[in-house]
Structures are given as structure tokens and as C-alpha cells.
């Protein structure tokens, strides 16, 4: 089992920047493929990005491509997501994820593992 904790979520201007991190303990982190999703009140909570463990792989949501970068550190056990030209469309609590499989999924019923949420504020 791994445990998640999410932080870095903020009040920001949009156009502005944030990196949210996710610090993971427990079973080795690099035993999973990690992602981020988020969920805006009244949503669904749908994907953002994923990246297999090795980090060599990833994907996005088209919404966030070429605006957001998901990376990882193995060796300390922390999930990122930099975010930048953040619209208030990108208002929402973002979680991360941890699944087993070791392929990059989009599905969230494919990640075992979830944290709290960071709340994520963009203004116009």
C-alpha cells in the first residue's frame, strides 16, 4: 500500500504558474505509474496527466497539453505537476494517484491509490 499527500495548491492570477507535488510512502514508489486528476465543483473529476514509472512515458489531457508538465523523483518519492498560463477553467481540487498497472492510463478506475486533494484557485 501508498499513502499520498498532495501540496502546492493556491490562490493564483490567471496566466500565472504553480507546481503541485504528491509525497508518496510506503511500498517503493517506483513500483507505480502516477497521475494527476482533478475535480471542479459540479464535475466529474477527469484526468490531467500520467507518467509510468520510469518517468519515460506520459500523457495529457488535451486541455492541459503544452501547458502542464508532469514529472517524478524516485529517489524521493514525489510525484510533480508544474503547471503554468493556468486558466480559471483550471479551478478545481487536484488529486493524485498511484496505480499498479506499469503502463501510462488515463482511466481513473485504473489507480489503486488516491490522495487528499489540493485545492487549486485561478482568477480572472
Known amino acids: 500500500q501508498v499513502q499520498l499527500v498532495e501540496s502546492g495548491g493556491d490562490l493564483v492570477q490567471a496566466g500565472g504558474s504553480l507546481r503541485l507535488s504528491c509525497a508518496a510512502s510506503g511500498r517503493p514508489f517506483n513500483s507505480y505509474t502516477m497521475g494527476w486528476f482533478r475535480q471542479a465543483p459540479g464535475k466529474e473529476r477527469e484526468f490531467v496527466a500520467a507518467i509510468i514509472w520510469t518517468g519515460s512515458s506520459t500523457n495529457y489531457a488535451d486541455s492541459v497539453k503544452d501547458r502542464f508538465t508532469i514529472s517524478r523523483d524516485n529517489a524521493k518519492s514525489t510525484l510533480y505537476l508544474q503547471m503554468n498560463s493556468l486558466k480559471p477553467e483550471d479551478t478545481a481540487v487536484y488529486y493524485c494517484?498511484?496505480?499498479?498497472?506499469?503502463?501510462?492510463?488515463?482511466?481513473?478506475?485504473?489507480?489503486?491509490?488516491w490522495g487528499q486533494g489540493t485545492q487549486v484557485t485561478v482568477s480572472s
Open positions: 494517484a498511484a496505480s499498479r498497472l506499469l503502463r501510462v492510463t488515463t482511466a481513473y478506475y485504473d489507480y489503486n491509490y
